[in-house]
């Protein structure tokens, strides 16, 4: 695996790539990397012959309280997957090379609506963060082929306008959530948690699982459900952020005859904010 630290290599290697027609699928992540990260190289092997990954931990999209310093950065352990799943480049920027003049002053890109509800709400600024570091990466990598998990459903969802509005010339692939066993979502901040937290967090997979047999029986009192969904997870010892039921094209309320949703949950939980989602689509 090649390993690129400066724009100029990284630049001159995939122009290189695409002069002999190979079709390059990438994979953005910031890095501790788990089973998650492991099977969005797997998708982008299915969609490229040559898989480019970055681990980048953008200051960008963590507010000021939040845990961009102690966000786990493992790169030896981060090698081992990344070559034991054959990605053939990984990029490895640092500040200086994502914001030369700073934050503060750097151009950004703003996805309306979508950016300012749900985890957006509780996380001003988050996705203008994403959306602008995305929309860099995708610059530099210029691949044909992008991969993001689906367990970040609202950030694919930005994505997805962002590339649609500004026409980037990228396909966008939405890969399926990794569960343990007990149905929590793999995610790096499942490592904050204590093993009694971690033995109390499936309740929000529990929780998702239980709105969408509602939903798939017909219930349609989203305000109702949602209140019995805090409550269930608040019982089973997490402080819910918000559990909404959504329309699945656009993230909008749901109308009443509404049939294709995607319930999302955010909780907190010891150190750990968590997120999930649910698709129920028939
Ligand atoms: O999902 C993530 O890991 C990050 O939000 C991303 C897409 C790599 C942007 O920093």
Not at 69 to 79: E, F, H, I, Q, V
Not at 148 to 167: A, H, P, S, T
Not at 232 to 260: Q, T, V
Request: a neutral charge.
């Amino acid at each position: 695996m090649q390993i690129f630290d400066s724009l100029a290599t990284m630049r001159s290697q995939i122009a290189g790539w695409r002069r002999d027609g190979h079709k390059i699928a990438f994979v953005p992540t910031m890095g501790n990397l788990h089973e998650g990260h492991a099977s969005l190289f797997e998708q982008a092997r299915t969609y490229g012959n040559k898989v480019v990954a970055s681990i980048y931990v953008n200051p960008m999209q963590f507010g000021l309280n939040e845990d961009w310093s102690k966000y786990p950065r493992t790169l030896d352990a981060d090698r081992q997957v990344l070559q034991a799943k054959q990605v053939d480049a990984l990029f490895l920027p640092d500040d200086k090379i994502m914001y030369p003049h700073g934050i503060d002053v750097q151009t950004f890109v703003e996805v309306p609506r979508l950016s300012n509800i749900l985890c957006g709400a509780s996380r001003p600024g988050h996705f203008r963060g994403v959306a602008t570091i995305v929309n860099k990466l995708f610059n530099l990598v210029q691949p044909d082929v992008a991969v993001f998990g689906e367990k970040d459903y609202q950030q694919l969802m930005v994505i997805r306008q962002m590339v649609n509005d500004l026409f980037v010339p990228i396909e966008i692939v939405g890969a399926e959530t990794v569960r343990a066993a007990d149905g929590l979502a793999l995610s790096s901040r499942n490592g904050y948690l204590t093993a009694e937290e971690r033995a109390q967090a499936p309740v929000i997979y529990q929780t998702l699982r239980w709105c969408a047999d509602e939903l798939r029986r017909g219930a349609r009192d989203y305000p109702a459900l949602e209140q019995q969904a805090r409550s269930r997870i608040s019982s089973g010892g997490l402080r819910p952020d918000y559990f909404s039921i959504r329309r699945h094209s656009d993230l909008l309320e749901p109308a009443s005859e509404e049939k294709r949703f995607v319930v999302l949950a955010a909780a907190y939980l010891g150190k750990a904010r968590l997120i999930d989602n649910i698709q129920v689509l028939d």
